[in-house]
């Protein structure tokens, strides 16, 4: 087989804030320069490992329910994490939940939503 994951796209209404949320988010880089014409950014593990995130510039239509993709960012602080996410501009939406979820829904800035979910690093 010849395909391979390269990225996941995200559309933004505002390219410098998502680049600020997400690069804040997920301590990436972004791979080139930007510059104020850049309408597409590859956002890159710091070493350039690892899964890409890339941003493009474009118009945010309202979101189609269910929600057909989203992101799931592991992690093994949880509450620690959404706090910390929330304080760089993620939003915290209504969501209804099933009993003893692992996850918490935020959204970035442009209103896309994602799941900070609680992850044990020794379980795949």
């Known amino acids: 087989m010849t395909l391979r ?9 505002d390219l ?8 804040s988010a997920l301590g990436l880089r972004p ?13 890159v593990e710091p070493d350039g490992s690892g899964h890409a995130l890339s941003l493009q510039l474009g118009e945010v239509r309202e979101r189609v329910e269910p929600v057909r993709v989203h992101l799931d960012l592991y992690t093994d602080d949880q509450a620690g994490e959404v706090e910390r996410l929330i ?4 939003g915290r939406p209504e969501w209804d939940y099933p009993d003893d979820p692992d996850f918490v829904v935020l959204e970035d ?3 896309h939503p994602f799941c900070v979910v609680a992850h044990d690093p020794h379980k795949n």
């Not at 994951?5 to 209404?13: R, S, Y």
């Not at 791979?31 to 956002?43: I, K, N, P, Q």
């Not at 304080?87 to 993620?90: D, E, Q, S, Y």
């Open 5 to 13: 994951m390269g990225c996941t796209v995200i559309t933004t209404t």
């Open 31 to 43: 791979r080139d320069r930007v510059t104020e014409d850049t309408d597409f950014v590859v956002l």
């Open 16 to 23: 410098p804030r998502a680049i600020e949320f997400w690069t």
């Open 109 to 111: 800035p442009d209103g």
């Open 87 to 90: 304080g760089l501009g993620a």
